[in-house]
């Protein structure tokens, strides 16, 4: 997550190299439909333009579709999606069903000047779709479009002009940012990320973020029984069966103990028997001179 600008994208695509898992882009999957002219891609284009959101459920359509392709079997990350309520709630059950959880949500912060600032600058090569910025990273001179074989086509996306990025920041703010992040802060998944300044520094801290924590949404981990489990189990019973192996020493220090206290007895019932005896010699010769009265 993270509103128009935040670097979303390129920082997907930094994770995706990583993990070597597919990116799920809802924003390209959209733009692909639009330059192939598909009915949705007809809808869509209108709706982007001018810095709306696509309807729920069609968005729900797509993404199911996309995860229960075989690709998605070792993981994916999600890029713009979800981005209603919604959308989470049709989310959650969808992985709950493909039994698939989610293990972290990532909220990419950016001051608004910032944001603004990035995606008017913002400009994309109409050849090779690499992305530039006419403030932070401008078109490489000599050219090296498409292998070095064509300059740069470079152009601004109709969605990036000030007036539809300003909209866009709104229905972010207003439709993303408080009510999406509020809807998984009960999950204990999001992993706010400082995404200002250097785009080496935002991976940086996103890569310490995602090594530093990890989980899953307790309602998606009951849908969903991990392999680990029996591993846990396992660990459990040892750690278990570890347990009197703890307590052993102090049981064998009871049975050092009780021995020497054995002996003790021992020594004193020895001690003890003398009077014992005495005491029966006694009784044994009151009784011979009793007899002799007799
Ligand atoms: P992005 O490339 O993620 O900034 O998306 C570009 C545009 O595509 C957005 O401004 C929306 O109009 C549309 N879009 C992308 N993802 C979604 C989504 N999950 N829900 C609704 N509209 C979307």
Same mark, same amino acid.
């Given at each position: 997550m993270g509103a128009p600008g935040s670097g979303k994208g390129t920082q997907a695509q930094r994770l995706v190299k990583h993990y070597g898992i597919p990116h799920i882009s809802t924003g390209d999957i959209l733009r692909k439909h639009k330059d192939e002219g598909t009915p949705l891609g007809l809808r869509a284009k209108e709706i982007m333009a001018a810095g709306g959101y696509v309807d729920d459920q069609t968005m729900l359509d797509i993404i199911r579709d996309r995860l229960t392709q075989a690709d998605t079997a070792s993981g994916f990350i999600l890029d !713009?999606?979800?981005?209603t309520i919604a959308q989470a709630e049709g989310l959650q059950t969808l992985l709950a069903e493909i039994r698939k959880p989610l293990d972290a949500v990532v909220l990419l912060e950016v001051d608004n000047d910032q944001l603004v600032k990035r995606l008017s600058g913002r400009r994309v090569c109409e050849l090779c779709g690499k992305v530039f910025n006419v403030?932070?990273?401008?078109?490489?001179?000599p050219p090296d479009c498409v292998q070095g074989r064509a300059e740069h086509q470079v152009v601004q996306r109709a969605d990036d002009s000030e007036a539809t990025v300003k909209e866009r920041l709104r229905v972010y703010e207003e439709k993303t940012r408080r009510p999406v992040s509020g809807f998984y802060t009960y999950t204990g998944l999001v992993r706010t990320v *400082?995404? *200002? !300044? *250097?785009i080496d520094a935002v991976t940086q801290r996103l890569f310490d973020t995602l090594r530093a924590g990890g989980g899953t949404a307790p309602a998606e981990k009951a849908a969903a029984p991990r392999k680990r489990a029996p591993q846990r189990r396992a660990k459990a019973s040892k750690k278990a069966s570890s347990r009197p192996a703890a307590r052993r020493p102090v049981r064998k220090a009871a049975k050092k103990a009780a021995p020497k206290k054995r002996r003790k007895s021992a020594k004193a019932r020895k001690a003890t028997r003398k009077p014992v005896r005495k005491a029966a010699r006694r009784a044994g010769a009151s009784r011979a001179r009793r007899k002799s009265k007799r």
């Open positions: !713009g999606f979800p981005r403030h932070s990273a401008p078109p490489s001179v *400082d995404a *200002d !300044g *250097d």
